[in-house]
């Protein structure tokens, strides 16, 4: 058997009950195979993959908090620290009722590779809680975060662990945590990433994930003599990850005709409008029903269904699982021609493959997204510094950072004879750095 097959059983046995991280570890180590199996022996020797797949370190802890009634609600808090090969562990909060061990630990694995293809030296980690900010009222959220915070306080900081925002976690609940953080520890640090302005953000953050994505698809389309300018694009989600791509692709001259949340989606053939947007989802918080209400060119439609229309893009930015087999084949038929993930793993491994197998260009969210936690970064340094760049200066390195994991992934693709497969490329990339500070760092 390969070792590679060898740690895919073990990690199956071991993990059983978490198929969201076994689908991340499968897809990741199933691409590195040409790596792997170059180097077999060594890498066995050292179990390397072994120690990979083994998070650090990893917390579960009870979130008590009282809510508008007087009554006590009590939810799980989480903080899984992957893998500090590279550098701190670094990686958001998710906050939603789906948050379990298995999905803090997929998206902290994901992690790992994302924060090494931004060439910045950051490791990966991930937490998050069952708490469902949805319908709570701010002092609901403060009273959740405060709780959670006090607990999580213990176990990160600025040169240790940076978490950050991711859904369910935006400016308001890191601002509570911020605050919390600095009440208990007494430190005024770059403990959090995605801090509001005033108190040690960064400029474009906000709009980093969203931008990046959109500057690598860009770069995509360009390599295969190709522009944004005309293309139809369709997008779901319509958060904070989809709401700034949509932005960067109409200012690149593409018409983005869809955006989605948990309870329906919006075709708007003239384009979908990112103030009108913006409003309803960041300032009301409401349903997408009332910007349709507002925008006499939308139709309404419940469940799901973005990928249904024809596009010469996709861009899924909601959540893991949400493009699946027979979306890639109406893809397909409607004559998609790129499809890159600004959310973390939203395409099925079936579905990827039957994209790649159609000659779609498919960038997975390790390198797509990656745009988010390199600003984080780049956050992290201006704190370091204690001094903020302008927007234009950090928005010149986001483009840059992901212009060149656009080019490396290419390129360590065809490296391994996988011309055009920018998931192994992406896997290998990221892999191949973090895999030699490992080995320089002996066991451990
Ligand atoms: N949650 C984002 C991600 O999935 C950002 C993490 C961060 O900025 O640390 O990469």
Known sequence: MSYVDEVLAKVKEKNASEPEFLQAVEEVLNSLRPVIDANEEKYRREALLERICEPERQFKFRVPWVD????????????????????????????????????????GFEQIFK????????????????????????????????????????????????????IGTGARE???????????RGLYEGVLTGKGLTYGGSLARTEATGYGLLYLTQELMKDHGESMEGKTVVVSGAGNVAIYAIQKAHQMGAKVVTCSDSTGWIYDPEGIDVDL??????????????????????EYHEGRGVWQI???????CATQNELLIDDA???VANGCKAVCEGANMPTTIDATEYLQENGVWFVG??????????????????NSERLSWTFEEVDAKLQTIMVNIYHNISNAAKRYGF?????????IAGFEKVAEAMEAQGVC
């Open 68 to 107: 508008d009634k007087g009554q006590v609600q009590v939810n799980t808090g989480y903080r899984v620290q992957f893998n500090s090969a590279i550098g701190p562990y670094k990686g958001g909060l998710r906050l939603h009722p789906s948050v379990n061990i298995g999905i803090i630990k997929f998206l």
């Open 329 to 331: 084949k109406q893809l």
């Open 115 to 166: 924060n090494s293809l931004t060439g910045l030296p950051i490791g990966g980690g991930k937490g998050g809680s069952d708490f469902d900010p949805k319908g709570k009222s701010d002092r609901e959220v403060m009273a959740f975060c405060q709780s959670f915070m006090t607990e999580l306080c213990k176990y990160i900081g600025a040169d240790t662990d940076v978490p950050a925002g991711d």
């Open 277 to 298: 947007l913006k409003e309803v989802k960041e300032v009301k918080r409401a349903r997408l029903t009332e910007y349709a209400a507002a925008r006499p060119s939308a």
């Open 174 to 184: 890191i601002g509570y945590m911020f605050g919390q953080y600095k009440r208990i």
């Open 310 to 316: 024809k596009c010469d893009i996709a861009l899924p």
């Open 365 to 382: 969210g390790k390198a797509a997204n990656a745009g988010g936690v390199a600003t984080s970064a780049l956050e992290m340094s201006q």
């Open 419 to 427: 011309e055009g497969n920018y998931v192994v490329g992406a896997n």
